[in-house]
């Protein structure tokens, strides 16, 4: 039973007793509200005095709740301290909070925050309502809805009387569901999301969007050279497939590639995963996810460039038919590749991806998100995924992307002329696993990717390894899809994603060499 979420512009009169009410801040921020502010919410259950004791009763360490009715009516504290590596919204804990706390029938969720924090505090909400269950629920009720709405406070901490306009709801609306679409499908197990069942996740938001997806499947993918993709794939029951969405807008001077890793479920192939890591490898397609989420979003934003989102399908099986170890393949690229570990199989369908984003599309930029590696989760944690990418702006640009969506990110060593040897192979162009596990493991798997760009490539590679971050205990977060909004926001022409773009001047344009 999927809750829904509406988000308004402005708080609405409630009785706690009927639909309960979270009042969720930071300390300082909910200290500011008079009891005038909320009261629309409260009454009559709850008075000014009781309010007032509430608030003085609040100490987080680092969060802290209070009653004020029942449990119908709570005020919730988030952590006071905030790093500069986290979020100021403190996303996470407002999903952990909220989670904790919803009653599961309609209610309202009221969030105080700095208008800075608005966006990435919306996504957090939305991330605390995962869609998949299977769960058998005697007694059917019609599915709970939860509005979420905003107390916005300015950069000097005084409230902000005006409601938010409904462009910047439809806005959050967009991306909500974009989120809720990627973690949907990275909830779902490999029996109902499988290559087949992905497409026609694609096939949904292609027909809403007025796009028609392209689409290169089974044999076809090796006719056409796709030997990453095929090879990863043709082992599966269900062929392996390259579908790209494109949306080219009249007047764009820009072209943008999102590429996805879609490996619906990772078995390791024939170098086959135990029976501790292969449970939860239906997340591994949580790139493509993501890239499917965002796209709908920023498509739904007026996005002014050229945007293609590709999405490199395939299950990593074991059959007659499976990638073996030493056999060597052919990819998109032209580059060959001698294979020494078939459960290093993101890599290869990625390679393929960035390669037709380079010589069909002729992208400006290449953005390729994957959950990629292991390593990824030791060296930037369970927050923050990786980026690697060719371009200081770039990477700087995500960054502070990243701290204003709460998705997060963090660096790792772009170096290719002292991390690109570890794939070296005496019969092939490369090997497709590293010879030391332990040299920069993350920067090593991305540059396998970038490599069938051409280290040479003029244009702007960023390569995002987000294997940690996909999800929280067992459900998926939707990791991305607020990233690649807020990142590529400034390319919309929605005043919210505008509003939450990192405020930097981008270089000059250099022409990709062909």
């Known amino acids: 039973m999927a809750t829904n979420i509406s988000f308004n512009a402005s708080l609405t009169k409630t009785d706690p007793h009927e639909h309960p009410v979270l009042i969720i801040g930071q300390l300082p921020h909910l200290s500011l509200l008079s009891f005038e502010d909320v009261q629309v919410k409260l009454e009559p259950r709850v008075t000014k005095e009781s309010f007032a004791n509430a608030l003085a009763c609040l100490h987080p360490n680092p969060t802290d709740t209070c009653p004020l009715y029942l449990d119908l009516a709570t005020l919730v504290a988030l952590p006071t301290k905030c790093s500069r590596h986290n979020t100021t919204s403190r996303a996470h804990s407002i999903t952990k909070l909220v989670s904790s706390n919803v009653t599961g029938v309609n209610e309202s969720i009221v969030i105080v925050c700095e208008k800075k924090d608005l966006f990435a505090s919306a996504c957090a909400v939305v991330r605390a309502f995962p869609l998949f269950s299977r769960k058998n629920r005697r007694g059917a009720t019609p599915p709970p809805t ?207 991806g960035v390669a037709y984003a380079k010589k069909d599309l002729k992208a400006d930029i290449i953005l390729d998100m994957a959950t990629l590696t292991g390593a990824q989760g030791i060296a930037t944690g369970k927050y923050h995924g990786a980026i690697l990418t060719n371009s200081d702006f770039w990477e700087q640009k995500a960054l502070d992307a990243g701290k204003i969506s709460g998705d997060l990110l963090s660096p790792v060593p772009y170096c290719p002329e002292l991390h690109f040897c570890e794939f070296s192979s005496s019969v092939a162009d490369m090997k497709n696993s590293v010879a030391d596990r332990n040299n920069a493991q993350v920067s090593c798997a991305g540059l396998f990717v970038a490599a069938h760009l051409g280290f040479d490539y003029t244009g702007t590679w960023i390569h995002v390894d987000m294997a940690s971050p996909v999800h929280s205990g067992e459900r998926a977060t939707g990791y991305g899809v607020a990233l690649l909004c807020s990142l590529f926001g400034n390319y919309t022409t929605c005043s919210l994603l505008q509003k939450f773009a990192p405020n930097v001047t981008e270089p000059p344009l250099k022409k990709v060499c062909l």
């Open 146 to 352: 939860v509005n979420v709405e905003f107390i916005v406070l300015d950069h000097n901490d005084k409230i902000l009387l005006e409601p938010i306009s409904q462009s910047e709801i439809s806005c959050i609306e967009n991306v909500a569901r974009g989120i809720r679409l990627a973690a949907k499908i990275v909830d779902t197990p490999c029996n109902e999301m499988n290559v087949s069942h992905f497409l026609d996740e694609v096939q949904v938001i292609a027909g809403e969007l007025g796009l028609t997806p392209i689409i290169i499947r089974g044999e076809d993918l090796e006719a056409h050279g796709f030997g990453g993709i095929y090879g990863v794939g043709k082992a599966a029951a269900v062929p392996p497939a390259l579908c790209i969405l494109t949306h080219e807008p009249a007047g764009a001077s820009k072209t943008i590639a999102w590429v996805g890793k879609g490996i619906v479920y990772d078995t390791g192939g024939l170098s086959i995963k135990g029976k501790t890591a292969m449970p939860g490898m239906k997340r591994d397609c949580g790139g493509a996810a993501a890239i499917l989420g965002a796209f709908y979003a920023a498509v739904k934003g007026g996005f002014t460039e050229n945007l293609h989102a590709i999405f490199c399908l395939a299950e990593n099986s074991v059959g007659p038919n499976a990638t073996r170890p030493d056999d060597i393949h052919k990819l998109y690229s032209g580059l060959t590749v001698e294979i020494n570990n078939t459960d290093a199989e993101g890599r290869l369908v990625l390679s393929d």
